[in-house]
């Protein structure tokens, strides 16, 4: 038996002992009255900015009016055509993302963090490699807390996922903050408000 071979043995005999996970007493849980007014606060304190349209029509309108002169990318209504080309870019094709605008499945108001799916991103570079990201989220899928969010999540369906919340962001370098440092400079969500639903 090698040192590797002896390194995992001595890992797979050493494990701790199961427990079950805690159970959650949803209803004891934080709710929010208005949990878009509180994702929208929390979005703003950490650099996002939220913009209230009446439906996804308004935000094509909007991604018509970008900058064509840039690369900029509309993943919120692909057809099949679009998704496999989409999907078969790599790092230095995207290099040079400016703009992108996704679909959220669902936000959480305590944290304003957005749940994304692979199925939405169509590449998993996307959103990660863009200069400015625009995600598009329906009001009534804002839950509380993340305790929520877990229960909505599916990664067996779409393989792949990410809770984004606000632009990049990092304070490593000197201890002052730099927005953008290794990811998005800017996040916006349309929110669709549920009296246009």
């Known amino acids: 038996m090698n040192s590797r071979d002896r390194i995992l043995q001595a890992a797979a005999e050493n494990q ?3 427990r079950d996970l805690p159970v959650i007493g949803f209803e004891r849980l934080i709710r929010y009255d208005e949990p878009a007014v509180v994702f ?3 979005l703003t304190k950490i650099g996002g900015q939220l913009v209230r349209v009446k439906d996804l029509e ?3 309108k909007r991604f018509a009016e970008e900058d064509q ?3 900029c990318v509309d993943a919120t209504d692909c057809t099949e055509e679009d998704r496999l080309k989409i999907k078969a870019w790599k790092a230095t094709d995207l290099a040079l ?3 992108l605008y996704i679909r959220g499945s669902f936000g959480v108001a305590e944290n304003s963090a957005v749940w ?3 199925l939405a991103m169509v590449n998993r570079l996307l959103p990660f490699i863009c200069e400015h990201l625009f995600i598009v989220l329906e009001e009534k899928e804002i839950v509380p807390t993340m305790h929520h969010a ?3 999540t599916d990664v067996s369906r779409t393989g792949f996922g990410s809770f984004i919340a606000g632009p990049s962001k990092t304070a490593d370098i000197e201890q002052s903050l730099v927005i953008g440092a290794h990811g998005p400079r800017s996040l916006t969500i349309y929110l669709i408000e549920n009296d246009s639903l």
Request: charged share 40%; glycine share 0%; hydrophobic share 25%.
């Open 16 to 18: 701790p002992t199961q």
């Open 40 to 42: 929208e606060q929390v």
């Open 58 to 60: 308004e935000v094509k």
């Open 69 to 71: 002169d840039k690369f």
């Open 97 to 99: 993302l400016h703009t």
């Open 116 to 118: 994304v799916d692979e």
């Open 150 to 152: 877990y229960q909505k």
